[in-house]
């Protein structure tokens, strides 16, 4: 079956325009992951949706920053008033309960 | 706290050669930890993991063993080829399935 998706590929935004980036996980998989890949931060997590539970937003790194995820599976995460820093790759996973966790191909995300 | 170490890159070696890439980490107990693996132009993917001490994962001529004793998980790979130019990620779990990554590997294999 298709793997993990993300979309866009690329985005190209000016600071402070608010973003949204989609990730459509693997059928079945009930968990779904943010991670953010940055030069100056490596990979970091963000995010956790694990079926209908609380997400954990631990990694979230200010309130500009959200997700949600509508019936178990498309995620989208939105990044408010977009500032130089927030330029990144924006990984996405999913899994089976406690299983291992499949990548999508990750939006660039750049902020001029 | 909780968090990885690897070995600093950029790593170029010749075909052939051993490689070794060093990984350690810091928890508390006794998290599975994973190498991922990223090749040029390709998504992050799962290479091996490990989910309990003196495990050795394997997969693709890689194998790595995870030692308690020293808190590591080093990658090797006895002989390497130019296709295994890629960057690599130590990584453990934390906390429910979080991934907690080391900085990152990058490899290149010279003909």
């Known amino acids: 079956g298709a793997g993990v998706s993300q979309s866009p590929s690329n985005k190209v935004t000016e600071k402070g325009k608010d973003v949204e980036l989609r990730c459509d996980p693997i059928?079945?998989?009930?968990?779904l992951y943010w991670y953010r890949q940055s030069l100056g931060q490596g990979l970091e997590f963000l995010i956790y949706f694990q079926g209908n539970s609380a997400p954990d937003k631990s990694g979230l790194p200010s309130d500009r920053f959200s997700a949600e995820r509508t019936g178990g599976s498309v995620s989208t995460l939105t990044i408010q008033r977009t500032q130089q820093e927030d330029s990144a790759v924006y990984l996405c996973a999913s899994s089976r309960v406690a299983g291992e966790q499949f990548f999508g191909p990750g939006t660039r995300l750049t902020v001029l | 706290g909780n968090s990885v170490t690897q070995m600093e890159g950029p790593v170029t070696l010749s075909e052939e050669a051993f490689l070794t890439i060093n990984c350690t980490y810091t928890?508390?107990?006794?998290?599975?930890l994973f190498w991922y693996v990223q090749y040029p132009g390709e998504g992050l993917q799962l290479l091996l993991k490990?989910?309990?001490?003196?495990d050795k994962g394997s997969n693709k001529g890689f194998e790595a063993t995870y030692r308690k004793e020293t808190t590591s998980f080093h990658l090797e790979k006895g002989s390497v080829q130019v296709s295994d130019s890629a960057v690599y990620f130590c990584?453990?779990?934390?906390?429910?399935?979080?991934?907690?990554f080391g900085q990152g590997t990058r490899l290149t294999i010279n003909p």
């Open positions: 059928s079945g998989h009930t968990a």
């Open positions: 490990a989910t309990k001490a003196d």
């Open positions: 928890a508390t107990g006794y998290p599975s």
């Open positions: 990584a453990r779990i934390q906390g429910a399935q979080k991934l907690v």
